[in-house]
């Protein structure tokens, strides 16, 4: 009796099977990404330290500069679940282009930044052997960001319509070839220069371009220019780009003030020398491994919400929404118990390669007790990805763009109180993170159990008149 009901309960619609149905492959796909940076900083570890320490600040600044048009370009996923929802497929081809022409139009103001790179990491007052390897990092990463704007916009074409599986395979496929060409340029095998940490920097450009252009060689296929128009609808509508730049820029808002606050609490961090900055960031990379998962549920939550309310189905779209957090909070009280139980399971391989036994010992010790304020947060790092994706897929993203301004300074203007005025250290710093990452978290719980983000919709009500049948597509042959 108990098993027939906890059956009946998990295949409910909207229940965990659906969330799961749909989330394993977008975990799959967060996981791959996982996966390539944890081996990125391992390779980069076991070339110098030093290397290691100029791989996250320079890589979070390079992913700054582009996470606001990215942010926006990414909410074309919810503009797709719901048009996919409503049953307006005839819509879904231009959601994306609208989003792929705002990858275009970002690319000069990325590349713009890379002679202020110098400049920037001078004022971070970092060891200047670590700066000049973050600021070579820095420019050859740009290279790549303008396609990662045109691919967050087409795999949302995939992912908005529950094809989860798509954007699993293009994302494992694009990051064994990171890998592959990361240990070739860093080391110098193959006939590959040793490039070092600017061999790390080529081989995700390089990766990066890969992947836009597979990802466009599947949406042009005959079948989706048939159903979904995604080459007769490849022109700029000017209604529909302002609405998912309204739409869209508080969580490219979100993206870019959040990601601001950690920059700058890293390159604080880096100020109390280099063994703090290379703890905190190789306690970061193993924090990848719960969050990275965690926001591929995060973004199956927004894809099933904004479906169910395409189809005004607000009471699926909250069973949703809950049981993404309860799947996501299982994985996280299994992760956190790796962090305070077994952290050299996560550390041994780093250690493997280094060539002094003796400092790694020190870095190991650092950063086994930054992972107890890992294992603390990301539990609440789960409501907060969960429940804030949640209220995003329905458009509720003027409540994300006001939490985010209140609250996205919190650990950068804490950390350097603390550390400047008071002469505090590394233990204060991840505390003030810990407790933004707690306010965070609860700010969106009690947002969601509102529920005002039950009748909000993206999508236009009114019917739209049929486009043209001139620049209607042929059938597929």
Not at 61 to 71: I, S, W
Not at 406 to 429: D, I, S, Y
Not at 438 to 462: D, H, N, P, Q
Request: neutral net charge; hydrophobic residues 55%; aromatic residues 14%.
């Amino acid at each position: 009796m108990f098993l027939g009901r906890l059956r009946e309960y998990l295949q409910r619609p909207a229940g965990m099977r659906d969330v799961l149905e749909l989330a394993l492959p977008l975990v799959i796909s967060t996981a791959s990404w996982t996966v390539m940076q944890f081996v990125d900083r391992l390779f980069l570890l076991w070339y110098s330290q030093e290397a290691l320490a100029a791989s996250m600040p320079a890589g979070m600044l390079a992913f700054l500069v582009v996470c606001f048009p990215l942010g926006v370009a990414g909410y074309a996923n919810t503009f797709v679940a719901q048009y996919h929802g409503a049953g307006r497929p005839e819509r879904i081809g231009a959601s994306v282009w609208q989003a792929i022409f705002l990858g275009v139009l970002a690319a000069p103001a990325v590349l713009a930044t890379i002679p202020l790179a110098p400049a920037v990491f001078a004022w971070a007052g970092h060891a200047p052997e670590i700066a000049e390897l973050e600021i070579v990092y820095y420019q050859l990463l740009c290279f790549g960001t303008p396609a990662m704007v045109v691919d967050w916009a087409i795999s949302a074409f995939y992912s908005g319509r529950g094809d989860a599986r798509t954007v699993a395979v293009v994302n494992v496929v694009s990051v064994a070839v990171n890998i592959v060409l990361d240990f070739l340029w860093i080391f110098g095998y193959a006939g590959f220069p040793e490039g070092g940490i600017a061999g790390a920097a080529w081989a995700t450009v390089v990766a990066q371009w890969f992947r836009m252009g597979l990802w466009f060689v599947l949406f042009l296929r005959p079948m989706n220019r048939t159903r979904y128009l995604t080459w007769a609808s490849c022109r700029w509508d000017r209604e529909l780009f302002a609405r998912l730049c309204r739409f869209g820029a508080p969580q490219g808002a979100q993206y870019l003030l959040e990601l601001g606050g950690l920059s700058f609490f890293l390159l604080l961090i880096g100020r109390l020398g280099p063994l703090e900055l290379t703890a905190s960031n190789l306690a970061f990379n193993v924090n990848s491994l719960a969050f990275m998962p965690v926001f591929g549920v995060g973004i199956a939550a927004a894809t099933l919400v904004g479906q169910r309310l395409g189809e005004n189905r607000a009471d699926l779209a909250q069973r949703a929404s809950w049981s993404a957090f309860w799947l996501s909070t299982l994985y996280m009280l299994s992760i956190g118990a790796v962090y305070v139980f077994g952290p050299d399971l996560l550390l041994a391989a780093h250690g493997a390669g280094s060539t002094d036994p003796a400092q790694f010992t020190r870095l190991r010790d650092l950063t086994t007790v930054l992972l107890r304020f890992v294992a603390f947060y990301c539990l609440f790092d789960s409501m907060n990805i969960i429940f804030s994706s949640a209220i995003k897929g329905a458009g509720d993203t003027k409540f994300v763009l006001y939490t985010t301004l209140t609250m996205a300074g919190v650990p950068a203007l804490g950390t350097w109180l603390g550390v400047e005025m008071f002469g505090l250290g590394l233990m204060w710093a991840w505390t003030v993170l810990t407790v933004w990452v707690c306010v965070l978290a609860f700010a969106y719980l009690f947002r969601f159990t509102g529920g005002k983000w039950r009748s909000m919709r993206v999508i236009e009500t009114e019917a739209l008149p049929d486009i043209d049948e001139a620049v209607a597509p042929a059938p597929a042959r």
